[in-house]
């Protein structure tokens, strides 16, 4: 089973809020992923990190924003959700860039 | 471009039954190819990694195979059970960067009937 945690597992909101997802591993790896999918569609990558500090931006332009303060917890941010980001969030960890993926459950986001 | 084709789409098959899925990938350089398992509701499980000089792979009733000059890979699922039921998705990674990108097929959807 999977070592990597995400909450919550589903969430619907109104436009305009402020909503935080987030993702605890407790593996020890230091590179984590942020992962966008929607139905019967290839996973698109959105923001990584390689470490405590370091973010980048994935292929998939993106409104949110995330953090790595510890090395187990990277939540990403959407500022003001709007109905374009409904979508599945995966999250997901691995030892080396060429590792395999380790996902979390996923969090289901509908914006109402 | 870059690209990952999986065949078939969706398939159905009866419990007992064997079934081959299909990857095709355009992806270059090449790094690795990877088969991974998601059930509904679920993230992605990984079931098997290969490299440029590996043909086969085996994870229980699972095999992989990779003809990296027609860029080919298959996944063979033997005596098919119903928690077989999932998406099988296909990635390739490439070596073109530190960050050795990712490649993510569409899934083939598989549903074992009793």
Known sequence: EADIYQTPRYLVIGTGKKITLECSQTMGHDKMYWYQQDPGMELHLIHYSYGVNSTEKGDLSSESTVSRIRTEHFPLTLESARPSHTSQYLCASSESPNSPLHFGNGTRLTVT | ?114
């Not at chain 2, 398939?11 to 079934?19: A, F, R, V």
């Not at chain 2, 792979?57 to 039921?85: E, P, V």
């Open chain 2, 1 to 114: 471009k870059n690209q990952v084709e999986q065949n078939p789409q969706s398939l159905i098959i009866l419990e007992g039954k064997n079934c081959t899925l299909q990857c095709n990938y355009t992806v270059s350089p090449f790094s690795n190819l990877r088969w991974y398992k998601q059930d509904t509701g679920r993230g992605p499980v990984s079931l098997t990694i290969m490299t440029f000089s590996e043909n086969t792979k085996s994870n229980g009733r699972y095999t992989a195979t990779l003809d990296a000059d027609t860029k080919q890979s298959s996944l063979h699922i033997t005596a098919s059970q119903l928690s077989d039921s999932a998406s099988y998705i296909c990635v390739v990674s490439d070596r073109g960067s530190t960050l050795g990108r990712l490649y993510f097929g569409r899934g083939t959807q598989l549903t074992v009937w009793p």
